[in-house]
């Protein structure tokens, strides 16, 4: 390559939970460079996981990292031209990239839900995630499914 590497930036982590992947989540959330906003309505969506979960072991934070590790997908498709045609060839994702698109469904889907405020979207997302249900987790099947019909193009990995 001409050009070195760019430096992997560090991330601060956020004031309430000292966590930089709540940080990392509220970037992506963000909008407008509105990130005050983007903190209240993950505090507020996590204070309504709070209130409505079921086990009592677990925290509102906890949940969402697991409902975050359940949207997490292994293995994505991508597309490769072969002798004139494309091929879906399935590859296995990098952890950064795992988090980063676990992060980029949940926001989406979230946003999707018909909810009245974000906050609320987003813990019901979060709470479906959790229980390995809802329209994220549906994405990381479907995701995987497509990988596993596709399994037959895997030597043409580059």
């Known amino acids: 390559m001409r050009k070195r590497l760019a430096k992997k930036r560090s991330i601060i982590p956020d004031p309430k939970f000292h966590d ?12 407008d460079g509105k990130k005050s906003v983007a903190f209240d309505i993950f505090y507020q969506a996590i204070e309504i996981v ?9 925290t509102a934070l906890e949940l ?6 359940n949207v997490m997908p292994h293995v994505e498709v991508r597309s490769r031209r072969v002798g004139g045609a494309t091929f879906q060839i399935p590859t296995p ?4 990239r795992k988090v980063s698109t676990a992060m980029k469904w949940l926001i989406l889907f979230a946003r999707k839900r018909n ?5 609320s979207k987003l813990a019901a997302e979060i709470l479906a ?3 390995e249900e ?22 043409f990995r580059f």
Do not use: C, Y
């Open 129 to 131: 995630a959790a229980k």
């Open 93 to 96: 994702i990098r952890p950064d």
């Open 50 to 58: 709070e209130e409505k979960k079921q086990d009592d072991e677990k």
């Open 134 to 155: 809802g329209a994220a987790v549906k994405k990381r099947v479907d995701t995987h499914r497509m990988a596993e019909a596709n399994k037959a193009f895997s030597h």
């Open 20 to 31: 930089p992947l709540v940080t990392r989540f509220v970037n992506m959330l963000m909008w």
């Open 115 to 119: 909810e009245k405020s974000m906050p």
């Open 64 to 69: 969402w990292k697991d409902a975050l590790s």
